[in-house]
């Protein structure tokens, strides 16, 4: 039951593309993923005030989402308009992407909160900097491959020092697959990358259990090169979640740098709030640190055994 959903990686953010293919005349493409079958065809994005849809409003599902696709003519600018998605529920998030013609691509962000989002007169790089910047922290905690294999990472080391070591190793690891990846210059088939991900959660747990066995654990030992090592593979699995995203065209860099920046914030956070659990624990309820552990290490290596027969065979 701890395993049921299948695909680790919980964050499946929509897209919606508004681009300008001639003057005045537009296209959209959008994702909207959904939990469950929508009982009826949900609404199509919201337009500018100025733009009216042209022609056939195309809908239908796929991959556990909504894609469709719409022509639309827009008289004027669409700088200072308005573009939503009607209809983001629960934890939902759409990235949407305009593409005027002669005008720099913006990169905006819809929430449930705020399904609706304001087309800047002057787009600037913060916009893209904060979209993809909250983009890799949801990653990092919604992931939970990534979560569990951080979350296993610290209950192993335990202590500040190699945990920040491992930490950084792992950072800087997955920071040169992303880049690398996202760019073009390093590739991986993305099936054999999240079957060793999985794989490198059940090494963790195994080695959480031999430690408490009193066995050599070879993390403890080489805690940054096992982390540095894994954390190659973890950054293929972020570059397959970015590249299911997009990035934003003459702002690449950026985007890349922010949501690798998003990602480090959110396992700092991880890291933090665990470190300090277990030292409560340690003072307070040595028995229950100690039970809690052992029940994490099978919890984490049954979820990550099972994650791995699934992409092995699945």
Sequence with gaps: MIAAPASADELRPGYLEFTETAPGEWRLAWKEPFTAPPL????????????????????????????????????????????GMPGLIGQADMLVRVAPLGDPVQALRLTSAEPQAAISARPDRMQVLESYFVIGVEHI???????????????LL??????????TAFTVAHSITL??????????????????IALSIVFLALEIVRLRRGEESWTLRYPWAIAFAFGLLHGFGFAGALAAIGLPEGEIAAALLAFNL???AGQLLVVAALMALLAALDRLAQPVLTTGSRLAAYSIGITGSYWLIDRVIG
Excluded at 50 to 65: K, M, P, S
Excluded at 141 to 155: E, M, P, S, T
């Design 262 to 264: 998003g990602v480090e």
């Design 141 to 155: 905690l919604l992931g939970w491959d990534h979560l569990l294999f951080v979350i296993a990472l610290v209950l």
């Design 179 to 196: 880049a690398g990846a996202s760019l073009g210059l390093l590739g991986m088939p993305q099936r054999p990358v999240e079957a060793l």
């Design 158 to 167: 335990r202590r500040w020092r190699p945990v920040v070591f491992a930490a």
């Design 40 to 83: 009826e065809a949900p609404p199509p994005p919201g337009l500018p005030a100025n733009c009216r849809y042209h022609g056939a409003i195309e809908q239908g599902v796929a991959a556990l989402a909504i894609v469709g696709t719409a022509e639309a003519r827009c008289q004027g600018t669409v700088r200072g308009g308005a573009i």
